[in-house]
């Protein structure tokens, strides 16, 4: 094709020599530079526009790859009411006016105490990953760690809220700075889910007779304590019963999991909820730090939620028959 389209070109090169009156290298030079300015860059236009085209049915708003596909303007719509109502506290849908077409324009406020930045996307309308950034800057931070509490003059939200127990609380391995993903909070139980938490355990502790907590990822059995690299008074008995979690998990699905007490096996981390309700007198405490090992890390495919699951729930079976044969 660009060969052909060459050669007819050069072939007359002769009438357009005499037409702008130039000379043959000036000609082909041109000629040239024209053949490329028209190469075939896709094939297929409308095809690829059509496969870009999801419906949008098929990705819910909810899910990270919704952000990774372009959406009509009528979704894009939807998305803005949506994502405005399920966040009222920090977005806000303000309608500016309409376009030639009668179309809303809306900007999305984030909220911001004085000062703001504006970002707008798509003034050129074929320039689609302009809205797709818009849309993937506002969503959620698949990545958030922390609760959303903002505590008086903090620049940051959110405190750990595995650091914000009343055991050991905030010493080596958690943070006074609100901004830092381990940060303990202002005081222990600061945080209303911890309180609620811990209000319950403490009602409910004679009939409690073990406490689980399911993290992710490291695939690991801890027990008391992380405050402490001290060894707990029951730490002889918890750590077969960990292995025994181990084992199990082995049998039903081939993973490998570790187990340990949480400040030698993972690392220092007071304030946690598995040694406070240790601490309370719930004896057997542990937390699973589920799959993987890092490859994927907290963004887990959804097809190795089943195999998860079954092996987690074969270490809780373990867990419980060993409280049963022991109380
Ligand atoms: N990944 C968990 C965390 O950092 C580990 C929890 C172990 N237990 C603990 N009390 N810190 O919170
Ligand atoms: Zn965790």
């Given at each position: 094709m660009f060969l052909e389209t060459f050669m007819i070109l050069i072939s007359r090169c002769e009438d357009i020599k005499s037409e702008i009156q130039t000379n043959w290298r000036y000609c082909l030079r041109m000629v040239y530079d024209l053949c490329l300015l028209f190469r075939?860059?896709?094939?297929d236009v409308q095809g690829v526009i059509k496969k870009q085209t999801v419906n949008d049915t098929v990705s819910p708003r909810s899910s990270a790859s919704y952000y990774e596909q372009y959406h009509s303007l009528n979704e894009i719509y939807s998305w803005m009411e949506e994502i405005t109502e399920m966040n009222a506290d920090l977005l806000q849908k303000i309608y500016i006016g309409s376009s030639f077409e009668k179309r809303p324009l809306y900007i999305l406020k984030v909220q911001t105490p004085k000062s703001a930045i504006w970002i707008d996307c798509g003034i050129h309308a074929r320039e689609w990953i302009a809205p797709a950034f818009c849309l993937w800057f506002i969503g959620h931070n698949r990545l958030w760690r922390k609760s959303r509490s903002k505590h008086g003059n903090n620049r940051c939200i959110g405190t750990d809220m595995n650091r914000n127990f009343d055991a050991g609380w905030c010493g080596k391995g958690a943070s006074h700075n609100d901004c830092h993903e381990i940060y303990c909070g202002p005081y222990p139980e600061s945080e209303p889910e911890v309180k609620a938490v811990a209000h319950f355990l403490q009602k409910h502790k004679d009939h409690i007779k073990a406490y689980i907590t399911i993290h992710s990822y490291s695939q690991m059995v801890l027990f008391p304590y992380s405050y402490t690299t001290n060894k707990s008074k029951d730490h002889d008995e918890l750590l077969s019963v960990a292995n025994k979690v181990v084992l199990a998990i082995r049998k039903t699905t081939q993973k490998m999991y570790e187990s340990g007490p949480g400040a030698q096996t993972i690392y220092l981390a007071p304030g946690g909820s598995d040694d406070w309700a240790y601490d309370l007198g719930i004896k057997y405490s542990f937390t699973f730090e589920l799959r993987d090992r890092g490859t994927h890390g907290f963004l887990l495919p959804p097809n190795l939620i089943k195999p998860t699951c079954i092996e987690a729930l074969s270490g809780i079976k373990t867990i419980a028959l060993h409280v049963i044969n022991n109380i």
């Amino acid at each position: 094709m660009f060969l052909e389209t060459f050669m007819i070109l050069i072939s007359r090169c002769e009438d357009i020599k005499s037409e702008i009156q130039t000379n043959w290298r000036y000609c082909l030079r041109m000629v040239y530079d024209l053949c490329l300015l028209f190469r075939v860059l896709m094939d297929d236009v409308q095809g690829v526009i059509k496969k870009q085209t999801v419906n949008d049915t098929v990705s819910p708003r909810s899910s990270a790859s919704y952000y990774e596909q372009y959406h009509s303007l009528n979704e894009i719509y939807s998305w803005m009411e949506e994502i405005t109502e399920m966040n009222a506290d920090l977005l806000q849908k303000i309608y500016i006016g309409s376009s030639f077409e009668k179309r809303p324009l809306y900007i999305l406020k984030v909220q911001t105490p004085k000062s703001a930045i504006w970002i707008d996307c798509g003034i050129h309308a074929r320039e689609w990953i302009a809205p797709a950034f818009c849309l993937w800057f506002i969503g959620h931070n698949r990545l958030w760690r922390k609760s959303r509490s903002k505590h008086g003059n903090n620049r940051c939200i959110g405190t750990d809220m595995n650091r914000n127990f009343d055991a050991g609380w905030c010493g080596k391995g958690a943070s006074h700075n609100d901004c830092h993903e381990i940060y303990c909070g202002p005081y222990p139980e600061s945080e209303p889910e911890v309180k609620a938490v811990a209000h319950f355990l403490q009602k409910h502790k004679d009939h409690i007779k073990a406490y689980i907590t399911i993290h992710s990822y490291s695939q690991m059995v801890l027990f008391p304590y992380s405050y402490t690299t001290n060894k707990s008074k029951d730490h002889d008995e918890l750590l077969s019963v960990a292995n025994k979690v181990v084992l199990a998990i082995r049998k039903t699905t081939q993973k490998m999991y570790e187990s340990g007490p949480g400040a030698q096996t993972i690392y220092l981390a007071p304030g946690g909820s598995d040694d406070w309700a240790y601490d309370l007198g719930i004896k057997y405490s542990f937390t699973f730090e589920l799959r993987d090992r890092g490859t994927h890390g907290f963004l887990l495919p959804p097809n190795l939620i089943k195999p998860t699951c079954i092996e987690a729930l074969s270490g809780i079976k373990t867990i419980a028959l060993h409280v049963i044969n022991n109380i």
